[in-house]
């Protein structure tokens, strides 16, 4: 049986911690939340020596100081959860700012390893560390390797085996901090053992230690104790004025000095640097990426490749995806009889989950470049050069990645871009940023555009998605401008970020992250989008029409197929109602198996008597005229009868528009069609819009079951780009216009929530209100002019 156990990962962000999780785990990892909070928790498994080990990656943080979310997540899973083991990701090429958080672990105590990650990157900068002096420094294991390319995981999962069979315990290993600070760590630390109320998950003189840093969490908790908690704030305070008085610097800072002190000695004898100064590669590479002159230039380059790359990649696989859910609602209409079930399965189920899921080719490779950009260290220049730009709008730098991770290069969700703000210290930047991310292109949206541009814009398709993520980035700068400049005026803070080294992706990094991603969106089209789409076609399908509106269209075909049969032109073709089935069926055929090869006909049909009708009707259809080898009796038939055929699908599409009309969801639509029309919107769009707020893919979901409901023949029906594209109510300006409000309208269900997690419920309605106003102003901007410039439309 084997033996299991659990290790932590932590580091510093930048310093390679996912690529050795994913290393160490490959695809055996479980995504959640830690309890009580939205901070990502990824876990996986790794089987090595006969030992299951259970790998924990922590989010990435400098420090254990209590200063954000992620500092807190990470340092209260290290206490309460106590892992055997913490393996610390290590930066060999930035030493000094890596080893701090290293520094903190040891005086809290936990059983520790060093990976020292990244030592070519080292050695290319001319930093040589030796691992074994840093270890007998640090009193623990230090493990070299390259993560990336997969070099010392083996080592690295050795060195965790043998320390956890050698059964490490924790052992906090405290440092000097002066003598003014360590006669006040010793006398709260005796405050602390003397009390009986305080638990002692914390070592004592780390919990002092915190309480001099100022850490509001561990103060708190002092304070359970009125009579040590009154001594040892005293203490605290006392302190800190001595320290001021005679330094003129707070407690925090002194700790900090002496903590890099500590780190400084270590490296000076266990890292040897060369003497002469040099810029290294990523040096080089960022005197052209991100100059003020080419970098800008190549960014868009790049992006625009990316769009390129995604389109031209995806083309085929979307295609096969096309086919695979036209046949099977081909197949699924011939099995199952006509009736609420069909339609269910038909209208609901596929053309709603299949419409999302047959853009899910565009989606991986879509995430697939954009781990590239991030993987190899781009992702973080881009945030750089965005900086310059952002600070005239009113927002703060570190606002560029909230509005990168909401989709504003390519994919994203604005989940995340939301709680990204947190890292805003300022709460009128943090609010501004917050109530503009909505606007960026997430990922939900993609499929929306990538079916519109489909449809109208075949031949642009990377050019219009290229426009469309610079026109998301100007809407969302200039509605920031305008909330800064009126109701959340305040002064801009410094901004300054860390550029992490360029380093070649490797395929499992991308890969693992590509599927991560994609896998979200799958799951999301299988639970939340399939749920509203059957409760979406439920809406879109009753109550439906009265016996007597049904009974009145079918009077009105009775009476086309009698003025047909009555017709002196078919007396010689038709005589009753078998015979007009047999025509339209055996002309169904013919148009389906012959294409363009006049040539050839099915036997069954060239041996007809009705052949002459329907090779007319064919030839009619086409747009051809009559031959020299047709008669005219076959030619004025097939006129005749290709107009009953459009009289039949008119009052079939009449009918099926009545009951949809006439539904709860029809009649939801044809009340906003008042507000709507001036877009061009009808009662079909505002549906899909509204079951947008729940998540942007019910759109597309929700426009395929209102454009499939009621299809006569499900094997014509086509995409749902097909369908827009030959609609008469849907031309290329209604097709732009209904993408521009798409990118601009409401945010969906969980960003609202998010918003209002992050900041209150008067903000959250604030950015329903907002948003919704704004989209409506531009969209009605954009659809006037179109008119007014292009009369035809």
Known sequence: MEKKFIIALSGNPNSGKTTVFNALTGARQHIANYPGVTVEKKTGRVAHRGFDIEVVDLPGTYSLTAYSLEEIVAREFLVNERPDLVVDIVDASNLDRNLYLAVQLRELGVPLVIALNMVDVAKARGIIVDHEKLSSMLGVPVVPMVARSGKGIRDLLDVVVEEAKRGAQWQPAPISYGRDIDRSLDEIEELIKESNVYDTKYPPRWRALKCLEGDPQIRELLERDPEQGAKIKHICENTAKHIMDTQEEEPEGIIADHRYGYITGVTKKAVKRKIELRLNLSDKIDKVLTSRILGPFIMVVILYGIYSFTFWVSEVPVAWLELFFGYLKMVVSSLLPQGVLQSLIVSGVIDGVGGVLGFVPLIMFMFFAIAILEDSGYMARIAYMMDRILRWFGLHGNSVMALIVSGGITGGCAVPGVMATRTLRDPKERIATLLVVPFMNCGAKLPVYAMLIAAFFPRDRARMMFFLTLLSWGFALFAAKFIRSTILRGQKTPFVMELPPYR??????????????????????????????????????????????????????????????????????????????????????????????????????????????????????????????????????????????????????????????????????????????????????????????????????????????????????????????????????????????????????????????????????????????????????????????????
């Open 504 to 793: 070649a992706p490797t395929l499992q990094g991308l890969l693992i992250h590509s599927w991560e991603r994609t896998w979200q969106y799958i799951k999301k089209a299988g639970t939340i989008i399939l749920g509203f789409s059957i409760i979406l076609w439920a809406m879109m399908t009753f109550p439906g029409l009265t016996k007597d509106a049904v009974r009145s269209f079918e009077h009105r075909r009775a009476d086309l197929k009698n003025a047909l049969l009555a017709s002196p032109k078919m007396k010689n073709w038709v005589r009753d109602e078998k015979d007009l089935d047999l025509l339209d069926r055996l002309y169904d055929e013919y148009r389906e198996g012959q294409g363009e090869k006049e040539a050839l006909s099915p036997p069954n049909i060239a041996g007809s008597r009705l052949f002459p009708l329907i090779r007319a009707a064919f030839v009619l259809e086409k747009g051809g005229n009559s031959t020299d080898d047709m008669e005219e009796g076959p030619f004025k038939a097939a006129s005749r009868y290709l107009d009953f055929r459009r009289q039949m699908v008119y009052i079939d599409r009449e009918q099926h528009q009545t009951a949809l009309k006439h539904t709860i969801a029809g009649r939801v639509g044809r009340s906003l069609e008042r507000i709507t029309r001036p877009l061009g919107f009808d009662y079909r769009t505002n549906i899909a819009l509204v079951g947008g707020f729940a998540a942007k893919e019910v759109i597309i979901s929700t426009l395929g079951t209102a454009y499939s409901l009621g299809e006569v023949n499900p094997e014509e029906s086509g995409s749902l780009s097909e369908r827009l594209k030959h609609d008469p109510d849907w031309d290329p300006l209604k097709g732009f216009t209904f993408i521009i409000f798409t990118m601009l309208y409401v945010p969906c269900f969980a960003t609202v929530i998010s918003i209002r997690k992050e900041s209150s419920w008067g903000w959250a309605g604030f950015s329903i209100t907002f948003n919704l106003i704004v989209a409506y102003l531009v969209a009605l901007v954009f659809s006037q002019a179109g008119r007014w410039l292009v009369p035809g439309f």
